[in-house]
C-alpha cells in the first residue's frame, strides 16, 4: 500500500512563493509518475502540474505555468512542488496523487493513491 504526505502548506501573501513536499512511502518511488492536484472551496479538483518517473517528463497547468516548478528526488522518495508569485486563487487545498500509468498524467482518474491534502491560503 503506498503511502503519501504532503507538508509545507500555510499562509502566505500574494506575490510570495510556497513550496510543498510530498513524502512517498510503500512503494519504489522511482517507478511512479507524481502528479500535484488542488481543490479550492466550492469548486472541483483540478490538476495543477505531474513528473514522470524519469523525471524528463513534466507539465503544468496554465494557471501555473510559468511560475511553477515540479522536481523530485528519488533518493529522497519526495516530490516537490514550488509556486512563485502567488495570488488569491492559489488558495487550495494541495494534493498529491501517484500512479504507474505513464500517460494522461493531467487526469484525476489516472492516480491510484493520494495524499491526505495540505491547505495553503493566500492572502492579499
Known amino acids: 500500500q503506498v503511502q503519501l504526505v504532503e507538508s509545507g502548506g500555510g499562509s502566505v501573501q500574494t506575490g510570495g512563493s510556497l513550496r510543498l513536499s510530498c513524502a512517498a512511502s510503500?512503494?519504489?518511488?522511482?517507478?511512479?509518475?507524481m502528479g500535484w492536484f488542488r481543490q479550492a472551496p466550492g469548486k472541483e479538483r483540478e490538476f495543477v502540474a505531474f513528473?514522470?518517473?524519469?523525471?524528463?517528463?513534466?507539465a503544468y497547468a496554465d494557471s501555473v505555468k510559468g511560475r511553477s516548478t515540479i522536481s523530485r528526488d528519488n533518493a529522497k522518495n519526495t516530490v516537490y512542488l514550488q509556486i512563485d508569485s502567488v495570488k488569491v486563487e492559489d488558495t487550495a487545498v494541495y494534493y498529491c496523487a501517484t500512479t504507474t500509468r505513464g500517460y494522461n498524467l493531467a487526469l484525476i482518474t489516472s492516480y491510484d493513491y493520494w495524499g491526505q491534502g495540505t491547505q495553503v491560503t493566500v492572502s492579499s
Open positions: 510503500g512503494g519504489t518511488f522511482s517507478r511512479f509518475d
Open positions: 513528473i514522470m518517473r524519469s523525471g524528463s517528463g513534466i
